[in-house]
């Protein structure tokens, strides 16, 4: 299990302690777990985890991209959010016209994916940003495209505080993302802790 750079009950009222305890100690607590069950004995157990989202398929992959997918969500997430820096605001502004045209064009690709789901900032291959939706488990890596930031668009990540109101899951959301951590994931200068 990745540990949480925070306390359960750190980004309340945005994301209740309840959310906490249910979408990271129950739901990626059964990924990890069931992950750690279906490789056992096989060519996955000593693979790290970014390979296996790549290679693998079926169960394997469906545990190993819901555990990469989730500890990429919650440690980009912040008690303490500061504004976007200059750099990653640079390049946000340059790809999609202003900072607020960026989270206008991310909240309603969110708002429109159809199901369960994933929603990324990604890195492409020649250097551009984009946004992207997966369904399921998916995880852009697949395709070659480097993620930078992604939100968790499963009701499971929102019913408890906000029922069935995603936008407004969403809108504050946006408000508790570490965009340290993006921008350190565009430079490639995190440190270790981070995936
Ligand atoms: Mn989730």
Sequence with gaps: MPLLPYAHAALAPAMS?????YHYGRHLQTYVDNLNRLVKGTLYEDMELEEMVCKASGPVFNNAAQTWNHTFFFE????????IGSDLGASLTSRFGSLGEFKQQFIAA?????????T????????SLDIVNTSGAGNPM???KRPLLVVDVWEHAYY?????????YLEAIWGLIDWDVVACRLSGTCSDYYL
């Design 160 to 168: 408890i505080d906000y029922r069935n109101r995603r936008a407004d």
């Design 110 to 118: 969110a708002t429109s994916l159809f199901g369960s789901g994933w």
């Design 17 to 21: 302690q309840e959310t906490i305890d």
């Design 142 to 144: 697949t395709e070659g």
């Design 76 to 83: 980009a997430l912040t008690p303490t959010p500061k504004e």
């Design 120 to 127: 990324w900032l990604v890195e492409n291959a020649d250097g």
